[in-house]
């Protein structure tokens, strides 16, 4: 029989609370008899040395559970039980084994006394119970002498574990201004220890930090706020510590802490305010549109979109001037240019700017009004502005006979700032590349400049320019578009080359050809041509004109007949006329061919002799033509060699053939002689220059051009007049291929000789090197002063330079 306990020292009993049971509570095998054995039964066999075979037959092996602290800290190892077989004598014949989980790593057994000893420490957090098998051998044949069983070794739980937080630490967030109560987060420690034996593992929670703004409940672990109106802009951010106790919070429990972040989130309930009540602020007269003025600010404690602010302009005397938007990113209201702005208009603007939340909370409307106002001054800074046209855009309507020189519009700008300074006007060259107009610099007359044709330009888009005389970088600018209007100024014309046949067997009034025209003009009525014969063949015998008052007109014959011997080619003068005013009219000429023609009118044969004459020519012929070109090439070249040496000048002699081209001088002449070398009559009325007896001229020399001046009109002293002279002139030099590029030219070759002062030019004053003497000077009076000192003698010695 197999026993199995523990022996009664102090040390084997300590805490497991067994001292009833000497040899540990006995799991008796089963028996033969039905039913289960008494308490009787088995003090019976535990006190028989030798089996009774006449009560009952048992197992040998009494099985039992061994009990065992774990966190053992001794330094002996530790008892945990026995085994005994009723085999064993005690003289050491009987050999136990143990194996299973743990055997000889954890336990031992002493194979001859059946001890059971722990050799390391136990934690039941790491293994609850092993498992292990029991065998006794006979040690000299190591014949089993028991049947192999099983039993288990339970480690009993000691407080040995604190909580602990496995998910800490924790971070939370509850609304600022949350009534007292409100649940911002739940923690959970976990212990380790056996739940089910004793108050190891009963957790209770406490808050160690945090207070009086939170609590927790010690039994669930849930922390709520327990202040009233706490406010984020005061305080934002908590941390509250949490304390799990076990053994129920009693004393000697082990405790574990945590750490909670709690931040307070924002509502909306403050309220935004403008820290100025006034501001004040600057803008050029020149900024654009939609350029920014400044920027307003209304400070909200809040943040996120409880902050968010909405700025408009509610009143003042620039709302319709200025506009508000508001910066997304950084909530200030951002005052721009609505309106082009003006110095001399307005110098000041008054704004009442309004900044407002858009997202409101209805339980904190009782801490607004959540909006705020400001008031915007803006001054207006002039700048010196370019000049403006006053309108922005011309048309201008002009006939297309328009003389040169006629104004045709004023073309009107002003300096808009205070100052007002002088505007000059020009025409923007690229513009206007072929020079039709001109616009007077000071007037802003526009004019024509050459001679205009609808049917080449019908529109001119130009540009004049303004410009400020005090600064000339300030340019202003306007477009004029002048629509040429059309005139009747160009003749009706066939489109082509008119030729038609008459068969010599054609009969009087039969139609040989219909005829067309074209007209360049553009009439507001439409074209109407009128043909006729010309009057040289209004009694031409042979064809006459039909028109057919559409534009069109039919060649007919008058007579029947027609011999090619007689006359092969007929040429029909037509005379086109058209409807406007003045009418028009151009003769174009019918080329009639006369030809054979068979009984249906197809023509057979025509004479081919106009078309064979140039082909024909004989060698006399062309020879006499080539003379003729030759002769008029001759002619050509002499004309062009003769008005080379016209523009030569005279020349006196080889020393002489200097001269100067006197513009101006205010000094007196040398005398009366001066007057023939330039005609002064041409200055003055031509008509009655021309009326006159003819002035006394040079005969050797001729102005290379005529004096500009004969063309000059009675009332040239008006300044319009005297511009369209100038242009009219302008055009004319321009015109002409051989005309110096001016308009005037004089050539002087001597000062006259009748003046007691002699010539005063300085060309040939140093004809020596011997120095002149102005002494002389002086003897000529006050007027003649000044030149006396600069070149008559000097009194004391002469300055060393």
């Known amino acids: 029989m197999w026993t199995s306990g523990r022996m009664s020292n102090a040390k084997s009993w300590l805490g497991l609370g067994m001292s009833l049971y000497f040899w540990g509570l006995m799991d008796l095998t089963t028996t033969v008899l039905s039913g289960t054995p008494t308490p009787q039964d088995e003090l019976e066999v535990l006190l028989s040395d030798k089996p009774h075979s006449h009560l009952r037959i048992k197992r040998s092996w009494v099985w039992n559970q061994f009990f065992v602290l774990e966190e053992y800290t001794g330094t002996d190892p530790l008892y945990v039980g026995k085994l005994h077989s009723d085999m064993d004598r005690g003289d050491g014949s009987i050999k136990y084994i143990l194996s299973g989980e743990g055997a000889g790593i954890v336990f031992t057994i002493d194979d001859t006394t059946g001890d059971i000893h722990a050799i390391q420490r136990l934690d039941r957090e790491e293994r609850a119970q092993y498992t292990l098998r029991a065998q006794a051998l006979d040690r000299r044949t190591g014949r089993p002498m028991e049947p192999e069983s099983e039993f288990i070794i339970k480690i009993q739980d000691i407080n040995d574990n604190e909580p602990k937080f496995l998910d800490g630490p924790y971070v939370a967030t509850v609304p600022e201004m949350s009534p007292v109560g409100t649940s911002v987060i739940q923690v959970t420690a976990t212990d380790a220890d056996d739940p089910t034996y004793g108050n190891s593992a009963r957790v209770v929670y406490s808050i160690l930090q945090g207070q009086p703004y939170f609590s927790v409940d010690s039994k669930t672990g849930v922390i709520r706020t327990a202040l009233m109106n706490m406010d984020r802009e005061a305080k934002e951010y908590y941390e509250v510590i949490i304390q799990a106790k076990d053994m129920g919070g009693q004393l000697g429990g082990l405790a574990g802490t945590t750490t ?44 996120g979109i409880n902050a968010e602010m909405k700025y408009t302009i509610v009143d003042g005397d620039g709302a319709d001037t200025f506009d508000i938007n508001t910066d997304p990113s950084f909530q200030v209201g951002i005052i721009t240019v609505k309106k082009p702005l003006s110095f001399e208009s307005k110098k000041s603007y008054t704004l009442k700017v309004e900044g407002a939340n858009p997202h409101l909370e209805m339980r904190f409307l009782n801490l607004g009004p959540f909006q705020d106002m400001t008031t915007v001054h803006i001054s207006v800074e002039d700048v010196d502005e370019p000049p403006v046209f006053e309108p922005d855009f011309y048309f201008v309507e002009v006939p297309e006979d328009v003389a040169i020189g006629t104004t045709i519009q004023i073309i009107s700008a002003k300096d808009p700032d205070v100052t007002n300074n002088s505007i000059r006007y020009s025409i923007d060259r690229s513009s206007d590349p072929g020079r039709f107009f001109y616009v007077d610099i000071t007037t802003g007359a526009l004019m024509t400049a050459r001679p205009l044709d609808r049917e080449e330009f019908s529109r001119h888009n130009i540009t004049v320019l303004a410009m400020e005389m005090n600064n000339p970088s300030q340019v202003g600018s306007v477009s004029v578009t002048i629509e040429v209007l059309d005139v009747n100024d160009n003749a009706p014309e066939f489109p082509r080359f008119y030729e038609a046949f008459v068969c010599e067997n054609a009969k009087a009034g039969q139609l040989i050809q219909t005829v067309s025209a074209v007209d360049q003009d553009d009439p507001h009525n439409g074209q109407h041509f009128y043909y006729s014969l010309a009057p040289e063949a209004a009694n031409n015998p042979n064809f006459t004109v039909r028109d057919n008052q559409d534009n069109t007109a039919r060649i007919l014959t008058r007579r029947s007949g027609f011999r090619q011997q007689e006359q092969s080619i007929f040429y029909l003068p037509i005379l086109i006329a058209d409807s406007g005013q003045p009418v028009l009219s151009s003769t174009g000429t019918l080329t009639i061919q006369v030809c054979s023609c068979d009984d249906d009118g197809h023509v057979m044969s025509c004479s081919s002799e106009a078309y064979m004459l140039p082909v024909s020519l004989s060698r006399g012929a062309l020879i006499a033509i080539l003379a003729c070109i030759f002769v008029l090439l001759v002619l050509v070249l002499l004309i062009l060699s003769m008005r080379r040496h016209r523009k030569q000048p005279y020349i006196i002699d080889d020393d002489e053939n200097i001269h100067e081209n006197i513009v101006r001088y205010d000094d007196e002449g040398g005398g009366e002689e001066d007057t023939e070398a330039f005609d002064i009559a041409a200055m003055w009325n031509p008509r009655e220059a021309q009326a006159g007896t003819a002035p006394k001229t040079r005969q050797d020399m001729l102005p290379e051009i005529e004096s500009l001046s004969r063309y000059v009109p009675q009332t040239c002293a008006v300044n319009s007049t005297v511009h369209s002279y100038v242009l009219a002139k302008l055009y004319e030099a321009d015109m002409d291929l051989w005309a110096p590029p001016f308009d005037s030219l004089q050539t002087y070759m001597f000062e006259g000789d009748g003046s007691v002062a002699g010539s005063l030019s300085s060309l040939q004053s140093a004809t020596s090197d011997s120095e002149q003497s102005f002494d002389f000077l002086t003897d000529w009076g006050p007027r003649f002063r000044k030149l006396a000192e600069l070149y008559g003698a000097a009194e004391g010695p002469a300055p060393l330079w």
Request: net charge negative; charged share 25%.
């Open 260 to 303: 909670v972040n709690i931040t307070l989130s924002d509502v909306n309930d403050n309220p935004p305010r403008f820290p100025q009540k006034h501001y004040q602020m600057s803008v050029l007269e020149s900024a654009p549109v939609s350029s920014t003025v400044g920027r307003v600010f209304a400070k909200d404690l809040d943040e």
